[in-house]
């Protein structure tokens, strides 16, 4: 099952995800992350700048992009990756890409993604949000558990949460590319993080509730190696919280990134 870490703050659990991301990229100083854009993972990148990892050899995959926003918009997420990660972090620009940057059509631009993941030797570890449709990436509820990169529908109720960042709904685009379910499996480790009460009905369906296309975040139940972070405030419908609690605790050194 996950390890799920319920902490005080944002900023620790930021402090926990970058942890473990410096501890991977000293053991492999080109190693691949699965790069996550939205609120969730700035503390994260903010604990990630103040450690001072190098991370000039790191090699990134954005989990998803818009489609249909105009080059260099931006709210486009290679412009968020580009302000928020790559140049706060010192990533080297060539080494991140973002789905469908390659100059490609739209049509094949999932596969092609795909196979420039497979050819990097594939994701370490994957930094994942949650949204309250119960997505990861932007495989919204129905998305099918084995999905690989491809355009997607952004449900309303996304499109809602996202037009913080737009002038209006009606800016915030429709139609989205993103890595599949099938992708996100594929990946090492998961690291997923959630804060405040909005994400709680989102973060007990995922970890505690049925394996089900409807709830696409539950999909990480299936995988051997993840890492769920979440504030108080995300974990408070989570039934087993005291236990999560009492094995962070006890955790043995051995199980110890840091
Ligand atoms: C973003 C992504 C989404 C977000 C989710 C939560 O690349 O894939 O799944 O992680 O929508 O968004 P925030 O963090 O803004 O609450």
Request: with cysteine; glycine share 10%.
């Amino acid at each position: 099952m996950a390890e799920v870490v319920i902490v005080e703050s944002d900023a620790e659990a930021g402090e926990i995800a970058a942890s473990a991301i410096s501890a991977l990229v000293r053991e492999r100083p080109d190693a691949v992350l699965g790069l996550a854009t939205g609120s969730t993972p700035l503390t994260t990148w903010r604990a990630l700048a103040a450690a001072g990892t190098g991370l000039a050899a790191v090699r990134g995959f954005a989990l998803d992009e818009y489609v249909g926003l105009p080059p260099g918009h931006p709210e486009s997420y290679r412009a968020v990756i580009t302000r928020e990660v790559v140049e706060p972090l010192g990533l080297t620009p060539s080494l991140v890409r973002v789905p469908a940057d390659d100059g490609g059509p739209i049509s094949g631009a999932g596969e092609r993604y795909e196979a420039d993941i497979v050819a990097a030797g594939g994701i370490d570890l994957q930094i994942l949000g949650i949204g309250r449709t119960g997505h990861i990436g932007f495989n919204e509820p129905g998305s099918s558990l084995a999905s690989l990169t491809r355009v997607k529908t952004l449900a309303e109720q996304t499109r809602i949460d996202n037009a913080r960042f737009f002038p209006s709904l009606d800016d915030v685009p429709t139609h989205c590319i993103t890595q599949g379910l099938g992708t996100i499996l594929r990946a090492r480790h998961l690291v997923l993080l959630a804060f405040g009460s909005a994400k709680a009905a989102a973060v007990a369906a995922a970890l505690e509730g049925p394996v089900s296309a409807s709830t696409p975040g539950s999909v990480v139940q299936m995988h051997p190696r993840v890492t769920v972070i979440v504030d108080e405030a995300a974990g408070a419908q989570l039934e087993h919280a005291d236990y999560y609690r009492y094995a962070w605790a006890n955790r043995f050194d051995w199980e110890r990134w840091s």
